[in-house]
């Protein structure tokens, strides 16, 4: 019954790690990082809200249209004779003086049409441009978080290869300092080394378990984070397809940096800022725009037995507006000003951050063969301590640090590499490549 509820337990415990472990292709995560991440949903939403904007200028072009129905009651003398006089039911009668100064009651329903349409606003025409360049800045802007996710998932994809990498120099270090403890061990049985050599290795082995513990932790914090991106709610321990690899930067001598996402959001903003200074230039122009109704008349309801027109233009040219257009205008061009200036300092920043990540490329690339040689070194020291601690010329103390530099090592050299991929990647986000 024991080994029944026993095998039970395992094949759960074994379902449910399952469960949690999936293997995790890095094509696919950007994928679905691509497809589902919050972050660019948002972008999209405030593209098509600034897309919405920009054709809410539409309405430089096009009509205002409003119909609106009335209906009144009235023994008012003028609004009575106005109201038989648009229903065209006048009569000789109606001129009498006294119907004229005390009328009788008279009902009107009205249906007026109206129509209003810009000719020549030259401001609003500038205004649309503005709308239009802030709606493309809102688009590159887009391309470019979209851009900075891919750069973060490639980042976060390799911190898991980096926490398995970690995980397993520890695991093997643990094996060997195991190994090495049940050595020691005999050798104390034996009377060849004291207590204190036997508790040392043990620390060692303690401090080993803790750092496994900790490399576990790290693993499953990295899983979240991806899980996060992709808006994945379910609760996974994922491992990477690929193990950490040094990837070797293509070199591209072209710096495309004109044609980043970003600084071309930039001089778009600067654009719109122009032409928001050049429509309140504008409005010192007159204006002219169009206008017209379409009156039906009746003393019944929904009845339409009269109408009338009216059409006409209008030029309206607001001469002085004390002095708010002047400071407006000084306003805009100090604003324009400081758009010119930010871009320009932007890019500068730009050029700055490649070459810097030119040269610590550079740097990592050189440091990549410095850490392999000192792996090897470290390791052909561990070996030479351990075969001088089998024949009594080292100290097993000689032997913990020996070991611990091994590790170091390895681990030094794989952040290395991830240094290095991760400057590579950085590069060709910053480069446009």
């Known amino acids: 019954m024991r080994f029944i509820i026993y095998s039970l337990s395992l094949m759960f415990s074994l379902g449910i790690w399952a469960q949690e472990s999936k293997y995790l292709h890095l094509d696919s995560l950007l994928s679905k990082v691509e497809s589902n991440n919050l972050k660019l949903?948002?972008?999209?939403?405030?593209?098509k809200a600034a897309?919405?904007?920009y054709q809410q200028s539409n309405a430089v072009f096009l009509p205002n249209i409003s119909a609106n129905y009335s209906v009144i009651s009235t023994t008012n003398p003028l609004m009575a004779f106005g109201s038989k006089l648009n229903q065209e039911i006048l009569t000789q009668n109606d001129f009498n003086p006294a119907l004229l100064n005390d009328p009788d009651r008279i009902e009107n329903f009205s249906t007026t049409i109206s129509v209003e349409q810009g000719l020549l606003n030259f401001d609003?025409?500038?205004?649309?441009k503005a709308a239009k360049y802030a709606y493309l800045a809102q688009q590159y802007q887009g391309e470019r978080l979209k851009q900075a996710l891919n750069l973060e998932t490639k980042t976060s994809f390799m911190q898991l290869q980096l926490a398995y990498k970690n995980r397993d120099v520890m695991k093997k270090a643990l094996k060997t300092a195991e190994a090495y403890l049940k050595q020691i061990t005999d050798f104390y049985d034996e009377g060849l080394v004291q207590k204190a050599d036997v508790l040392a290795v043990n620390i060692r082995v303690n401090d080993l378990e803790t750092k496994v513990d900790q490399a576990e932790a790290s693993i499953k914090n990295i899983s979240d984070q991806l899980a996060f991106l992709m808006q994945d709610n379910s609760e996974v321990v994922y491992i990477p397809k690929t193990k950490l690899n040094l990837k070797l930067h293509?070199?591209?001598?072209?710096?495309?940096?004109?044609?980043r996402a970003d600084l071309q959001a930039i001089n778009l903003g600067v654009q719109a800022q122009e032409q928001l200074l050049k429509s309140n230039q504008l409005s010192y122009?007159?204006?002219l725009n169009a206008f017209g109704n379409l009156q039906l008349f009746d003393d019944e309801f929904l009845q339409a037995d009269a109408q009338g027109y009216l059409v006409g233009v209008q030029l309206k040219w607001d001469i002085f507006k004390g002095y708010q257009r002047i400071a407006k205008t000084k306003t805009e061009k100090a604003k324009l000003n400081i758009?010119?200036?930010?871009a320009k300092a932007y890019q500068d920043e730009a050029q700055n951050e490649i070459k810097s990540t030119k040269r610590q490329l550079d740097n990592l690339s050189k440091a990549i063969t410095t850490a392999q040689i000192s792996v090897n070194q470290a390791k052909e020291a561990l070996r030479i301590i351990e075969d001088r601690f089998d024949e009594g010329l080292e100290k097993s103390s000689d032997v913990l640090a020996a070991q611990s530099k091994v590790e170091l090592q390895?681990?030094?050299y794989f952040q290395t590499i991830f240094n290095y991929n991760y400057t590579s990647y950085y590069l060709n986000f910053l480069t446009n490549n």
């Open 51 to 53: 897309k919405s904007e």
């Open 285 to 287: 122009l007159p204006r």
């Open 410 to 412: 390895e681990l030094k």
């Open 339 to 342: 758009a010119k200036l930010e």
């Open 250 to 259: 293509q070199t591209n001598n072209q710096n495309a940096l004109e044609s």
């Open 124 to 128: 609003k025409f500038a205004e649309r």
């Open 41 to 47: 949903q948002i972008s999209a939403a405030q593209t």
